[in-house]
């Protein structure tokens, strides 16, 4: 099993939107509707921010969501602020070695 | 409030052993799944090893199978990960994570970290 493909790092300045793509197979992304993705701040753990795809756990901004199609997972940002800078991982449900697999994390950067 | 507080990371020499320990609070830690999960320096988090909530079913990372042993005491609210012949490849910031469902961790512990060197 693979990592899940994220790009290293996105930039954007305060007020724009982004988006964090998430990369997998037909034996994570692709089969399943458990895709995750998680916010982490140095030194810090991470913090879940949607689950199944596109739900928000209660407390998160409604400016984070979350899409699929096909193989590729999809996290957007929008109205960008300085406190959403932050190392961002997505995750997905999968049969095989293990049960979860994660992504190589993406940098954010808000300008 | 949920609260998951782990300990027992430390310096340890290839070959040696550590015992890890996530304490829970704030919720019914019997019914859910618990996992461990590592990050190592500069990494992705990786999946290491779950338990059921009854501790009836318990799952490992292939390259941990037979060195590393989940377990937990209920009745403590406790989360348990014991670590033998550790490489240094298993270097990481070990988390305790609950499973809200299918693999997705809505409460992380602090980390602990664990360095294996001579």
């Known amino acids: 099993q693979s990592a899940l493909t994220q790009p290293a790092s996105v930039s954007g300045s305060p007020g724009q939107s982004i988006t964090i793509s998430c990369t997998g197979t037909s034996s994570d992304i692709g089969a399943y509707n458990h895709v995750s993705w998680y916010q982490q701040n140095p030194g810090r753990a991470p913090k879940l921010m949607i689950y199944?795809?596109?739900n928000r756990p209660s407390g998160v901004s409604t400016r984070f969501s979350g899409s699929k199609s096909g193989n590729t997972a999809s996290l957007t940002i929008s109205g960008l602020q300085a406190e959403d800078e932050a190392d961002y991982y997505c995750s997905s449900y999968t049969f095989g070695l293990s049960p979860a697999i994660f992504g190589g994390g993406t940098r954010l950067t808000v300008l | 409030e949920v609260q998951l507080v782990e300990s027992g990371g430390g310096l340890v020499q290839p070959g040696g052993s550590l015992r890890l320990s996530c304490a829970a609070s704030g919720f019914t830690f019997s019914i859910y799944w618990m996992d461990w999960v590592r990050q190592a320096p500069g990494k992705g988090p990786e999946w290491v090893a779950n338990?059921?909530?009854?501790?009836?079913?318990?799952y490992y990372l292939d390259s941990v199978k037979g060195r590393f042993t989940i377990s937990r005491d209920n009745a403590q609210n406790s989360l348990y990960l014991q670590m033998n012949n550790l490489r240094a490849e298993d270097t990481a910031v070990y988390y305790c994570?609950?499973?809200?469902?299918?693999?997705?961790?809505?409460?992380w512990g602090q980390g602990t970290l664990v360095y294996v060197s001579s």
């Open positions: 199944d795809v596109t």
């Open positions: 994570a609950r499973d809200l469902s299918m693999e997705q961790f809505d409460y």
């Open positions: 338990i059921k909530g009854d501790g009836s079913e318990r």
